[in-house]
């Protein structure tokens, strides 16, 4: 394990016994036959009704899966009327769906209490109530009625056992055979319906869990087993006493102790492998795990799931530092080998369990360079739930699947769900995914002027950023240095490290998030994206790294184009203060709209400023359709023409798509889709083949031409294209055919 120098492992006595001697070492007897006692009289009690918090009103607002079977009549009905259609039997020659059904639940739901408990008694119509597909309405009847709607919610569960959900709040012994029976089929309400009843549910189990070997006896010992996980050993054994002191030893006999609780076949690590992991610390950082205790631990998380985590786990939660779990719990997603998974299911645990914001952008890196192969293979998706559970703020986990998004290898199966993510925040907020993304750009933690003062004690550093946002060093009196100083002598022996060490950290994530945000700019400017004023203000003006992108570029608003200054006001091309308008949208121009003069303008001021920009735009190449070009629907001029396969494969970095794989596995197109959804298709022959691109290296343009709609087959005149689309476009065949 990773050696840190001055911290010794932590002696036996100082670990609890589950770590020195987990329950899998130990000896145990002879396994014997199974105590089996017969003629168990399980207790004939009253039902209880008892509600976990907060579900009954969770029941309540439960949407109708099929709502238009369930729309609330226009007008309060005839209770009265209603309820004698359904007690002289009327109701049963209508079909058990539309008014029968639709009456009945209103009734049940809005209808007087004496009519409505009158309806749930009557056994004729409980066969309308017993569906496989839609538990709601049971649930709905449960929250509404409680016990009164009991007997009806007991027959639909031995006709479904789906319909076990509605039981939960429940207890007596015909619940208590279904909720055995709910175990491994309607799991996480069985499981429920044991943890909240707990020591009064026992009463109804042990028998069970004495009876003859069978499937119901091993769901009966695995229902005392959640009990006693949740309420302790001893409440099993004080529900035994009501049965004899025989059912007392056969119940200490079982194994019911959580820690008990154990595969056969342990999926144990080598002692080889966990020392490649790095060293658990206890809380104070001053002990650590020793390498047999640390293997041990490794063993309950490779049998946890984390729907029934191995219970001695807590144990060493509470004793070890958070920080040192979380770099653990990542460790092992990196050595876990041979579950067929990204991460077994124990190590998906411990990511969620003790993962923490660092634990989590590791994880990102590694999800960004997984390929399509490695992603289905291995269930690479699941690691968005991992990460999305992971303890940290909810803009930091989608900064996350963002950066997927935009920089992950699998663009068939991470991205678009990483993406779909993203889209289901963004509407929850009632933003644009883009608008979105604005909000998620890290301020890495400058100060309100876009800058970071690093301390050093006896002196001081100042960091800019430039054109591509890369962090660059000053003296407290503005003297540029080439790089940060290592920290000396004379410097504070505990501040100048940590100043050195988040220099180096800066350098990381800005490298990071300079290159998607840049793109990101370039690509608004060509679709012509616009931000209001207010946003334009927090989104650029006011961050303290966009800032300094910002104020590189020429800006427009009501057909007026202006900069933002170094001290963040806004000024016009002749440097005199500039009004943003309150109405107006601000926009990023491209120069075929900002005209050769206006151009040439501006130029000239970010050339006596010294500006540069982070991309191309004042300085742009600009192109136009010529002469007889706008009526066409092809580009002769470039037809004909031969280029190398590398740059067609180069064009997708620029938003262009490689037309899908043809017989023989060539690729026989590039395609451009246009912000307002034309085609613009530029086909080659003999075409990119996929497995060997450079079989046939010079590619000849047979056609480019302008669809309606992707793939629509229907020419349009290039003349329809926008400035900006046109320029971009013939930009492109430009580098293409150069």
């Known amino acids: 394990m990773t050696d840190i120098p001055g911290v010794e492992d932590a002696p036996e006595s100082a670990l609890p016994r589950l770590l020195v001697e987990p329950p899998w070492k130990r000896r145990r007897p002879a396994s014997a036959e199974p105590v089996v006692l017969k003629g168990l009289k399980r207790p004939k009690t009253p039902t209880v009704e008892s509600w976990p918090p907060g579900l009954r009103d969770e029941w309540a607002k439960t949407p109708h899966m099929f709502p238009k079977a369930y729309e609330p009549f226009p007008e ?73 709607a009991h007997r009806l919610l007991l027959h639909a569960a031995k006709c479904h056992i789906s319909c076990a959900a509605a039981l939960v709040p429940f207890l007596d012994d015909a619940t208590a055979q279904i909720m055995i029976g709910a175990l491994g089929r309607v799991d996480e309400a069985a499981r429920l319906w044991f943890t909240w009843h707990g020591a009064g549910a026992a009463p109804f189990v042990i028998p069970e869990a004495l009876r003859k070997p069978g499937p119901k006896r091993t769901k009966a010992e695995q229902g005392l087993t959640l009990i006693a996980r949740e309420h302790g050993s001893g409440c099993l054994v004080d529900a035994a006493r009501g049965y004899g002191e025989e059912v007392v030893a056969a119940i200490e006999a079982l194994r019911t102790d959580p820690l008990d609780q154990y595969p056969d076949d342990l999926p144990e690590w080598d002692e080889e492998t966990v020392r490649k992991l790095p060293r658990l610390l206890l809380r104070g950082r001053d002990r650590a795990l020793p390498v047999e205790a640390a293997r041990h631990f490794v063993t309950m998380l490779l049998i946890s799931t984390q729907e029934d985590p191995y219970p001695g786990c807590e144990q060493v939660v509470e004793l070890c530092d958070p920080e040192s779990l979380a ?32 634990a989590a952008a590791r994880l990102t890196d590694r999800m960004v360079r997984w390929d399509n192969y490695y992603t289905w293979t291995f269930k690479g998706w699941t690691a968005l739930d991992v990460l999305m559970a992971i303890d940290m703020p909810a803009d930091d986990k989608l900064r996350h699947l963002d950066r997927i998004v935009r920089r992950g290898a699998d663009a068939k199966h991470l991205r678009p769900r990483a993406q779909g993510r993203l889209n289901a925040a963004a509407r929850e907020r009632g933003l644009t995914s883009e608008q979105l993304a604005d909000l998620l750009v890290p301020d890495l933690g400058l100060d309100a002027d876009g800058s970071m003062t690093l301390d050093y004690g006896t002196r001081r550093f100042v960091v800019g950023f430039d054109e591509q946002l890369k962090p660059f060093v000053t003296d407290e009196d503005g003297k540029p240095r080439k790089t940060l100083p290592k920290p000396g002598v004379r410097d504070d022996e505990k501040l100048a490290p940590l100043a050195y060490q988040r220099f180096a950290d800066l350098k990381k994530e800005a490298r990071a998030v300079a290159a998607d945000q840049i793109k990101r700019l370039e690509k608004a400017m060509v679709a012509g994206r616009s931000w209001t004023p207010e946003e334009f203000r927090s989104v650029f003006v006011g961050h303290p790294l966009m800032r300094h992108i910002a104020r590189r570029l020429v800006w427009s608003a009501g057909g007026a184009a202006f900069r933002v200054a170094e001290d963040g006001t806004l000024a016009d091309v002749h440097d005199d203060e500039f009004v943003l308008p309150q109405d107006a949208l601000v926009t990023l121009p491209h120069p075929v709209l900002l005209g050769a003069d206006t151009v040439a303008a501006w130029a000239s001021v970010f050339g006596d400023y010294e500006i540069l920009q982070p991309f191309p735009q004042l300085g742009r190449p600009v192109y136009e359709l010529e002469d007889g070009e706008r009526d066409a629907a092809r580009l002769a001029r470039f037809e004909g ?26 690729r026989r197109q590039v395609n451009l889709i246009t912000p307002d959804e034309r085609h613009v298709m530029v086909a080659f022959e003999p075409g990119i083949r996929v497995l060997s691109p450079e079989e046939f290296a010079e590619q000849r343009i047979e056609r480019v031409m302008l669809m309606t709609g992707r793939y629509s087959g229907k020419a349009h005149p290039f003349g329809a294209l926008d400035p900006v689309t046109a320029s971009e476009m013939l930009a492109e065949l430009t580098r293409l055919t150069a």
């Open 76 to 148: 309060e009905p005839d209770w009265k009327a209603l309820a004698e259609r359904f007690r002289s039997g009327e109701m049963l020659e209508s079909p058990r769906g539309g008014d029968r059904r639709r009456g009945y639940y209103w009734l049940v739901m809005q209808g007087p209490d004496d009519l409505a408990e009158e309806l749930l008694a009557d056994e004729r119509y409980y066969d309308d109530w017993n569906s496989y597909v839609d538990v709601v309405p049971v649930k709905h009847f449960t929250a509404r009625r409680g016990l009164a």
């Open 327 to 358: 770099e653990f719990a990542l460790a092992l997603s990196v050595h876990d080998r041979g579950s067929g998974l990204w991460a077994s299911q124990g190590v998906q645990y411990a990511l969620r369990r003790f993962g923490d914001a660092a």
């Open 641 to 666: 023409v031969t280029a190398h396969f590398g740059k067609f494969m180069g064009m997708t970095s620029r938003g262009w798509e490689l037309g899908d794989k043809e017989t023989g596995g060539f």
